[in-house]
């Protein structure tokens, strides 16, 4: 049995959307997710932010986590994150501000600097109907503050045509969602350091350079009233059964969806293990779903969590956040994800 210790686990949710699934079958089976994480023991449930999929219903992480919050009881639960160059920060501060003062202590404001999607629909949440201004991006460290300002109950002063007030996000707050930053580079990385954040780098991306980042993070470090010390998750894509066949079989699934957006192919849904397992590659899309699989977590209960144990060692952080990648077979519930909930069950502690 292995001597290392066992890290915190936590959940991350993209909401997928199966080839027998409506929107409302996918939200069903992502609560039911997020109620058995809460039983067994998971510490964090995160839903991410996608436009314009039709693998993901996770559009709105302000209304999921709202949801989430409700079916569960202990469970933090969060975003993965909001994109903050989609929004005014205003909005997202009110928001997380009322969810945290429905549920204190209980909700995490994730916060990242990427679209979430492609130029077309982009422009449509930014522009095309009267949205962001084009400087969202330039001004993301400066917004950051402005959200993490607004959510206290002391507010943020702003002047505005020679008017000084006071701008809150709600009322009277007594307590604030935790604010994290996520990101994929070594310059957010730093960015979180420096304003004394939690961070969490997105190694389930494969953009590489974690050690970089998460070294670049510790080392820009800032104690901030928020934080004292580095506080640290790495995100995993995982996939676990009985055995590393059958955990493979389960993944395939979301390794094509992942194909198809790293070659530029037409979107789909995601597929029933059965359909996934008919389909032929070629080979060099065939090395690309290898070199993916090889850096997932697939396998049998013992030798996945020993991957996972290893990733926490290597890495030294302090969770690590599964996104459960198990497909399902043809026949299941469409409100349920019962692969997803078999990985979750496995690795649990």
Not at 50 to 55: F, R, T, W
Not at 100 to 125: F, K, M, W, Y
Not at 132 to 157: C, F, L
Request: net charge negative; aromatic share 6%.
């Amino acid at each position: 049995m292995s001597t290392v210790c066992f890290p915190v686990l936590s959940v991350l949710d993209l909401v997928p959307v199966r080839d027998d699934q409506s929107t409302s079958d996918a939200i069903n089976a992502t609560l039911s997710l997020a109620k058995l994480a809460d039983r067994i023991g998971y510490r964090r449930y995160w839903v991410a932010e996608h436009h314009n999929m039709l693998a993901s219903a996770g559009t709105n992480p302000p209304v999921l986590v709202a949801m989430l919050a409700d079916a569960t009881e202990r469970i933090r639960v969060g975003s993965g994150a909001v994109l903050l160059p989609n929004h005014t920060p205003f909005v997202v501060a009110e928001q997380f501000a009322l969810l945290e003062a429905v549920h204190p202590c209980r909700i995490d404001l994730g916060i990242g600097r990427s679209s979430g999607t492609d130029p077309i629909n982009s422009d449509a949440l930014r522009h095309g109907v009267g949205g962001i201004e084009s400087h969202g991006v330039m001004s993301y460290p400066q917004h950051i503050d402005s959200v993490i300002a607004m959510m206290k109950t002391s507010g943020i002063e702003m002047t505005v045509a020679g008017r000084r007030q006071t701008l809150r996000a709600t009322a009277k707050a007594t307590t604030v969602p935790q604010v994290w930053l996520l990101g994929a580079s070594s310059q957010s990385a730093r960015l979180a350091g420096q304003k004394g954040m939690p961070y969490v780098f997105g190694h389930h991306l494969g953009v590489g350079s974690t050690a970089e980042a998460l070294h670049s993070y510790r080392s820009s470090f800032e104690p901030s009233p928020q934080l004292a010390e580095p506080q640290t998750i790495l995100p995993i894509h995982a996939s676990v059964a009985d055995t590393y066949d059958e955990a493979y079989r389960a993944a395939l699934p979301w390794l094509l969806v992942m194909l198809g957006l790293r070659t530029g192919q037409p979107q789909a849904a995601v597929k029933s293990i059965e359909q996934a397992e008919k389909i032929r590659l070629p080979p060099a899309h065939k090395q690309i779903v290898d070199a993916m699989a090889n850096q997932w977590v697939i396998g049998g209960p013992d030798d996945a969590r020993a991957q996972i144990e290893g990733l926490a060692a290597t890495y030294a952080v302090d969770e690590v956040m599964i996104h459960p990648v198990s497909g399902t077979y043809e026949g299941a519930d469409p409100r349920s994800s019962p692969g997803r909930e078999q990985t979750l069950r496995l690795l649990a502690v």
